[in-house]
């Protein structure tokens, strides 16, 4: 329920920058410097709330799975920070409820920044019951370094 009042919130702020923006286009012709700068300004906003709203509105989601590729080495977890600010995901784990993948320390995605981790990397030996995205239907959980669930996606 938190996680849809939220995001109805940034569906406002985006209609709300919009229309500022909007008001902004307006005086377009002035050619004035500061103007240009508050519309890309507004415009870089407006972007940033359109990934927060299309991908997840926690600081750190799982924004894409790649679980079906012709080689188990292949697949991939990927991760997003939605935050303005670095984040460290050192001792953070991924999870499909058999096995575990820890994400090595010092590990930091940037602002709006994306991370992959491949099978190579969470399944190195391809054991089914290790991290292994199944095709058939499986979901992956993101945990921080104290155990707090992040976001999780199912397939």
């Known amino acids: 329920m938190k996680r849809q009042g939220v995001k109805t919130g940034l569906i406002l702020a985006f209609v709300l920058l919009a ?13 004035n410097a500061a103007r240009r700068q508050e519309i890309a300004e ?6 940033a709330l359109e990934r927060i709203i299309r991908e997840g509105d926690g600081e750190i989601v799982i924004c894409d799975v790649c679980f079906s590729p012709s080689d188990v080495y292949d697949e991939e ?8 600010h670095e984040i460290d995901i ?3 784990r991924l999870t499909d409820g ?4 820890k994400i090595p320390p010092g ?23 290790g991290l292994f995205l199944s095709n058939a239907g499986d979901s992956v959980t993101l945990y921080d370094a104290d155990d707090n669930e992040k976001d999780k996606k199912s397939w």
């Open 19 to 31: 229309a500022i923006l909007m008001g902004c286009a307006k005086d377009w012709g002035k050619e």
């Open 42 to 47: 507004l415009q870089a906003g407006l972007d």
């Open 77 to 84: 977890i990927t991760l997003r920070n939605n935050c303005w």
């Open 90 to 92: 050192g001792g953070w």
């Open 98 to 101: 058999e096995g575990n993948y």
């Open 107 to 129: 590990t930091v995605i940037e602002p709006y920044q994306k991370w992959t981790v491949t099978g190579r990397e969470f399944n190195p030996t391809r054991y089914t019951r």
